[in-house]
């Protein structure tokens, strides 16, 4: 893992967050054996040496008709990069994930900061409930980068004067912004996954529309490739029926 430099107390600014799959077990047999011990018993478990293939109609109707159970008979760990505003919007997110982050109470926190890059949407236009984000001007780029850069070299150097001077962790740690990040293994099944996704992607597929923070969405961006690519069949119909969880 590479997000964070040696311990230095040099800053260091991103505009990207990170997220790899650090284990799994998930495919779309998981929904078909789950599924099918309603009508064959002990008999289900034949699903797991079957291709998931064959099955394809009746995931999509489990999709459709909102039988969801059987799609958190799954695990996946990822283990997420991101600044800690992303983190307290995800965390928003209960049933169905489990959490661990690093703390700023155990160790010295690394100084990696977010800025956002050129085409991150800058500003906002229209009445709370019926607004858009447009891009801003190379002059307000400017300002952002140039504000947010003096801030956090700032807090970081008072932060580190007050461990210098004795100050515990979990009290210096108070002067830093939440464009810090942090990192954290976060645990789902397909099913919450797929409820994570309905609120914080934007999507042509989906039924009812969102409007994710952009950052958050980065994130659920690259959630979703890998969720992808463990369970197609599953990913596939959940995109055929508006992308809504089941």
Request: hydrophobic share 35%; glycine share 6%; aromatic share 10%.
């Amino acid at each position: 893992m590479t997000d964070t430099p040696a311990q230095t107390d040099k800053p260091m600014f991103r505009s990207d967050v990170t997220v790899e799959l650090v284990k799994h077990t998930a495919g779309d047999s998981d929904v078909l054996w789950a599924a099918r011990v309603s009508t064959a018993g002990e008999q289900s478990l034949d699903e797991l040496s079957k291709d998931p293939e064959r099955s394809k109609g009746l995931i999509n109707y489990l999709m459709r008709d909102r039988h969801g159970s059987p799609f958190e008979h799954n695990s996946m760990t990822f283990f997420i990069s991101a600044p800690i505003f992303v983190f307290r919007e995800f965390m928003r997110h209960r049933v169905g994930w489990s959490y661990n982050e690093e703390s700023g109470r155990y160790r010295q926190l690394e100084p990696v900061f977010y800025v956002p890059g050129e085409d991150r949407k800058l500003v906002q236009q229209g009445r709370p409930g019926k607004y858009e984000f447009v891009q801003g001007d190379p002059k307000q780029h400017q300002v952002v980068t140039e504000a947010m850069e003096d801030s956090y070299r700032r807090s970081y150097e008072h932060y580190l004067a007050m461990l210098e001077a004795g100050v515990a962790r979990e009290v210096a740690r108070a002067v830093l912004p939440v464009g810090m990040y942090s990192s954290m293994y976060a645990t789902c099944n397909a099913r919450s996954l797929m409820h994570f996704l309905g609120l914080r992607t934007q999507h042509e597929l989906a039924k009812v529309p969102s409007f994710p923070q952009r950052e958050i969405e980065m994130v659920g961006e690259k959630m979703e490739q890998h969720w992808a690519t463990l369970m197609p069949l599953t990913y596939a119909a959940f995109n055929a029926n508006g992308r809504i969880a089941p």
